[in-house]
């Protein structure tokens, strides 16, 4: 069995500026594989969010929620869980998102909902979270330019980075491989994608550490 075929469904995973999407998008590309992408452009109430988080983050969540669990619930309809696929996210760290930006009275009627709606999701061959400080992060999301992400504040980063890192300490449900990302770029350096390619596709069955070494310009 190849490397590939034994891969038959790969989830990149991290905050908010690390590159994600991104690496979701070339390594359906280069595999061949499906792509499922999280969209969040289409959240009618996150540029309020990032603009007022208190008065906005349980419509945030919870249209969030519906559209990932619609997602999952459109995968087991069109018969995809036959062709390999590349998502970027994890349907689990939806309550991640609900615990962080929820009030005690929200978070309970978000919980009320969530018990009502989730579905079962399948479970990754391979889970890839890409770290990066929060630093790296605010600089790559100034870079991108997406509107709605400009009035995102430094305490909410700092909090979801940590969050995302306590998360995956705990995280045991699939294969899990852990890419240092800070100083890498797989999207527009070839050998930093060739290298973290080859990890991917040559993780083991447990947990995993990818550490590359900085880039450094002739």
Do not use: C, W
Request: charged share 25%; glycine share 4%.
């Amino acid at each position: 069995m190849s490397e590939e075929s034994r891969l038959q469904f790969i989830t990149i995973e991290g905050p908010i500026g690390v590159g994600k999407t991104s690496l979701a998008k070339r390594l359906a590309e280069s595999l061949g594989y499906e792509l499922l992408l999280e969209q969040a452009d289409e959240n009618p109430f996150l540029d309020r969010f990032y603009r007022d988080p208190v008065g906005a983050a349980l419509p945030t969540q919870l249209f969030f929620l519906f559209q990932r669990v619609r997602q999952i619930q459109d995968l087991r309809q069109s018969d995809l869980f036959s062709p390999v696929r590349v998502t970027d996210f994890l349907l689990e760290k939806d309550r991640l998102f609900a615990e962080l930006t929820l009030g005690p009275d929200e978070f309970r009627l978000y919980e009320q909902v969530y018990e009502q709606v989730a579905v079962d999701a399948p479970t990754p061959d391979l889970v890839v979270y890409l770290q990066a400080p929060v630093d790296v992060l605010a600089e790559r999301i100034r870079r991108r330019g997406l509107t709605y992400e400009q009035n995102i504040q430094p305490d909410y980063l700092r909090r979801l980075n940590e969050a995302y890192m306590q998360f995956f300490h705990r995280y045991q449900a699939a294969p899990l491989l852990i890419v240092n990302a800070a100083s890498i770029d797989p999207i527009h350096r070839e050998a930093d994608y060739e290298q973290l390619l080859e990890r991917i596709l040559n993780a083991g069955s447990g947990r995993e550490y990818f550490n590359p070494a900085p880039f450094i310009p002739a």
